[in-house]
């Protein structure tokens, strides 16, 4: 008996907008203009997000703060092809897919703020907070998708996670899990291109991650991930497919940290400056501003008049956030530790109650 | 001679253990090219090479179990975990293996290998960045666990560590990492694992802690001033616990108060004093007391200071134990 080829695979890439913004006539989908208008808005608050964290992380006003810029068309267009019935699972570096998903600017400086605050998301926005160790979130995403389908609801559950979390062994068992119980989710990698300073190519010896779906038995797409119509369209199309319960779909989105990977890191040791300066023209926020303005949706000086009047709102959350910090009271480390406070934990509370000391910056009491 | 921090003093450690031993490999996230979050490994990716330093792809698990394959085959890897908050992804490897081959195969497979973390709060990071879960691998028999709190003794611990013919868990306590800079002549001390440090004699009482808290607990003892004898014991090794050390001394002084950032419950501090309580009870004058985080999750940093033990805190429990 010859060998015999039981399967093949392709894996293909969708790429809508051309650099200078020109669609692709057979892929453009049609997005009602203030759907347009809408990501382009958040996509600037994003951006702006980060101008202003990282300013008060200098400041001293911030802990350590970990940038999207360059990411803005994957967020924002994953969010905005999502339902508001859907849920969205996110890593440590979607800050403008749960603003987009109506989480309060103010919540999401209280996170960087270093505050448990910043975790208060309403259960009606179906959007989990932050998770920091990388891929433990993408199996909640599928136990929520298996509950979903349990219960017979149609929607998705998107999860957020970057390339270097897809070497973790809870991505694969992930996958898997999604594939064997055919749950309704969409796992969208962030491949920023770099994990701290570990590269893509490095991580895997895969061609793409895209294909990491195939082994699990079900599709993988890459998509230029600073292309918000190809984002949109990806994950729109993804979300459609879990709804209906056609299963679990990954896509890798293509994209490039501009920034730093967090304030505590320097890219400089690890990363080519030519590679950075390759990036910086494919900026989806620059791409899809020529878009808008070629079809008449938005005028030259809209994009910064629009992010002066985000640059006012962010203060006055940034404010909001600071004002929210200095109330917090010590005691609310027990307060959410159990449904009732043990017994045991009572004597532990009232002593940090009773410590009516001031404490300073470096961790030193003075009684 | 050189006045080394504590992470460059980790540094130095490894840098000595690679060149005197060509089976001392490195395998970590970030820790070649960026020479680690930390710096802690700067350096020696180019003097030793890629093969030697390797920066892995992003799986803790991967890290420790392959470690594990290393030190089956002879190697002595030193596996870098990020942050302890990190090492959970590994604990399985840990527990089921790391902790376990020397006894499952009566001796033929040996795992002289150590695992890296730094560990410990207040230094404004996010969740998971400032746990001290020491008290997990103190628990699992066939571990050693190290936690220096002094440039020198991080060297001299980290290199007996590396010379160890068991897995040794090696944490280390970021906070200050480079809040003190000491001179260490020639190579720096090898020293032994398992043995105390009385780093102030005192007649009175006894107070023991190790790692971030050292600062703490020294500044403690200078507040209570000259009418007090306090004598301060700094762990070094958490196991194996240099109980001959502290018995001793509680021997002497009749009091103990022990400090530690990692909850209360089932911690270090419940070790000690169950140890004291078997092995002092008669020349106790007071109940051994604890100084310790709460047994709640560590707050974010904006209350991490309130979790901490403060000098405040330690200086009440002095007064306390000393007037019981
Ligand atoms: C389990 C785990 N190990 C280590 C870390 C430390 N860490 C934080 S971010 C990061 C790199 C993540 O890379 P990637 O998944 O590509 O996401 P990106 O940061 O690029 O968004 C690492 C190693 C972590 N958060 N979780
Ligand atoms: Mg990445």
Excluded at chain 1, 117 to 130: I, Q
Aim: overall charge negative; charged content about 25%.
């Amino acid at each position: 008996m010859p060998r015999r080829i039981l399967e093949s695979f392709e894996v293909s890439n969708l790429s809508i907008l051309d650099p200078e913004g020109r669609a692709d006539p057979q892929l453009e989908p049609s997005l009602p203009t203030a759907k347009l208008k809408q990501i382009f808005e958040d996509m600037l608050l994003l951006r702006e997000f980060d101008v202003r964290a990282i300013a008060m992380q200098r400041q001293g006003r911030m802990g350590t703060y970990a940038p999207s810029t360059g990411q803005e068309a994957v967020q924002i267009a994953a969010g905005a092809a999502l339902n508001p019935t859907d849920w969205v699972v996110p890593s440590f570096r979607e800050q403008g897919l749960l603003l987009s998903r109506g989480v309060k600017a103010s919540t999401m400086f209280l996170f960087f703020m270093g505050s448990e605050e910043g975790n208060r998301l309403p259960r009606k926005l179906r959007s989990l907070p932050y998770c920091v160790p990388c891929a433990t979130q993408v199996l909640h995403a599928v136990g929520i998708g298996m509950a979903a389908k349990l219960k017979k609801d149609p929607v998705a559950v998107a999860t957020f996670f970057g390339d270097g979390a897809t070497s973790e062994g809870d991505f694969h068992e992930a996958l898997n899990f999604a594939a064997v119980y055919q749950s309704p989710n969409v796992f969208l990698c962030q491949n920023n291109q770099w994990a701290i300073s570990t590269p893509r190519s490095a991580q895997t010896r895969s061609a793409t991650l895209a294909q990491k779906a195939i082994a699990y038995g079900f599709s993988g797409l890459q998509v230029d991930g600073n292309d918000v119509l190809a984002v949109y369209s990806a994950v729109d199309a993804a979300a459609k497919r879990a709804r209906e319960g056609g299963g679990p779909s990954l896509l890798e989105c293509m994209t490039y940290r501009l920034g730093v990977h967090t304030t505590s890191d320097d890219p400089g040791r690890y990363r080519p400056a030519t590679e950075l300066e390759a990036w910086i023209p494919k900026d989806p926020i620059d791409r899809f501003e020529k878009y808008l303005l070629a079809k008449g949706l938005l005028q030259s000086d809209d994009r910064a008049r629009l992010t002066a009047e985000i640059g006012d709102r962010l203060k006055a959350a940034a404010t909001e956030a600071e004002e929210i910090c200095r109330n917090l009271t010590p005691d609310e480390m027990f307060t959410y530790m159990y449904a009732d406070i043990p017994d045991f934990l009572r004597p532990q509370r009232e002593e940090v109650l009773a410590q009516s000391i001031a404490i300073d910056g470096d961790g030193r009491a003075h009684g | 001679m050189d006045k080394l921090t504590l992470v460059q003093a980790v540094n130095r450690a490894l840098q000595l253990s690679m060149q005197e031993d060509p089976d001392v490999i490195l395998l970590g996230q970030d820790i070649g090219k960026s020479g680690g979050v930390f710096r802690a490994t700067e350096g020696l990716m180019e003097k030793f090479g890629v093969d030697r330093v390797m920066d892995t792809p992003l799986a803790e698990s991967a890290i420790v179990g392959c470690a594990v394959g290393m030190a089956l085959y002879g190697l002595k890897p030193v596996a870098e975990m990020q942050f302890s908050g990190f090492a959970y992804q590994a604990f399985h490897q840990i527990e089921q293996h790391v902790s376990r081959y020397r006894n499952r195969t009566r001796g033929e497979y040996p795992l002289p290998m150590v695992i890296r973390m730094p560990y410990g709060g207040g230094v404004r990071a996010f969740e998971h960045h400032s746990e001290s879960r020491e008290a997990y691998y103190v628990h699992t028999p066939g571990l050693k666990v190290v936690v220096p709190s002094t440039p020198s003794d991080a060297l001299g611990l980290l290199r007996a560590a590396i010379r160890d013919p068991d897995p040794v868990i090696f944490m280390e306590p970021k906070k200050i990492y480079r809040s003190l800079k000491e001179e260490i002549p020639g190579d720096g001390p090898i020293h032994r694992l398992g043995e105390a440090k009385v780093v102030r004699p005192g007649e009175q009482l006894t107070l023991i802690s190790y790692g971030a808290m050292m600062p703490v607990t020294l500044d403690a003892a200078a507040q209570m001033g000259a009418d007090y004898s306090i004598e301060v014991i700094d762990l070094r090794t958490l196991k194996p616990l240099d109980e001959a050390s502290l018995v001793a001394s509680v021997q002497k002084t009749g009091r103990a108060v022990v400090v530690h950032e990692a909850p209360r419950t089932l911690g270090m501090g419940a070790e000690i004093s169950a140890l004291l309580m078997e092995k002092a009870l008669l020349s106790l004058k007071a109940p051994v007391a604890r100084v310790t985080g709460y047994d709640v999750q560590m707050p974010y940093y904006q209350l991490e200071n309130h979790y901490l033990p403060s000098v405040a805190r330690v200086v009440q429990a002095l007064r306390d134990t000393l007037s019981y």
